[in-house]
């Protein structure tokens, strides 16, 4: 992987109810996930279930960093057919 590349990629997928799962890696390391809490809406805690305003701007003094130094950051947006896709290639992802 060249160091002076930065790849984001953005995982989705729906559910068959429609509810929509993100997940974004940053050079294929998991980093924030996003999803539904309609059947649990009492677990919806931020920084727990739900990003923080400290983890978005940690990844904001990144991209500045990484833009100081020059880096590329590419962007990739993919979708898979449905949320088993999606955990799968999280778990394929992880390892």
Do not use: H
């Amino acid at each position: 992987m060249n160091e002076n590349i930065i790849y984001v990629t953005i995982i989705s997928s729906e559910d068959r109810d429609g509810y929509c799962y993100e997940r974004m890696y940053i050079n294929d390391k998991s980093q924030i996930s996003v999803s539904p809490l309609c059947e649990c809406p009492e677990d919806a805690i931020i920084g727990r279930d739900l990003i923080s305003c400290g983890e978005i701007a940690d990844l904001m003094c990144d991209a500045v960093q990484w833009g100081i130094e020059g880096k590329k950051i590419i962007f990739n947006y993919e979708e898979v057919e449905d949320v088993y896709d999606f955990s799968i290639k999280e778990y394929l992802n992880s390892k």
